[in-house]
């Protein structure tokens, strides 16, 4: 297993931009997706975007071309722009290997004004 230390997250007004990171110690080459999920109030947690081991990027359509996935050596980065109040929740780093358990984050708590 993986462990998943993040950071960032915060107040920002509608219309702003936030960049969570999200480091990965253990065993990468066991990952074949790592993801961000989000849980708004009173909402399941739902994916939000994607990035498989061979770089291939998806997103919820809520976020497509305002968020983008991307990662380096040892860290997962989430670039949020164009903020809305509905981006509004929680965000979790998640890595799903390629056998076994899937790996979480603690969450980090997003909050967009209007």
């Known amino acids: 297993q993986v462990q998943l230390l993040e950071s960032g997250g915060g107040l920002v007004q509608a219309g702003g931009s936030l960049r969570l990171s999200c480091a990965v110690r253990?065993?990468?080459?066991?990952?074949?997706?790592m993801n961000w999920y989000r849980q708004a109030p009173g909402k399941q947690r739902d994916l939000v975007a994607s990035?498989?081991?061979?770089?291939r990027t998806n997103y919820a359509g809520s976020v497509k071309g305002r968020f983008t996935i991307s990662r380096d050596n040892a860290k997962l980065y989430l670039q949020m722009n164009s903020l809305k109040p509905e981006d509004t929740g929680v965000y979790y780093c998640?890595?799903?290997?390629?056998?076994?358990?899937?790996?979480w984050g603690q969450g980090t708590q997003v909050t967009v004004s209007s």
């Open positions: 998640n890595a799903r290997p390629w056998m076994g358990d899937d790996s």
């Open positions: 253990g065993s990468r080459f066991s990952i074949n997706t």
């Open positions: 990035i498989t081991s061979n770089g």
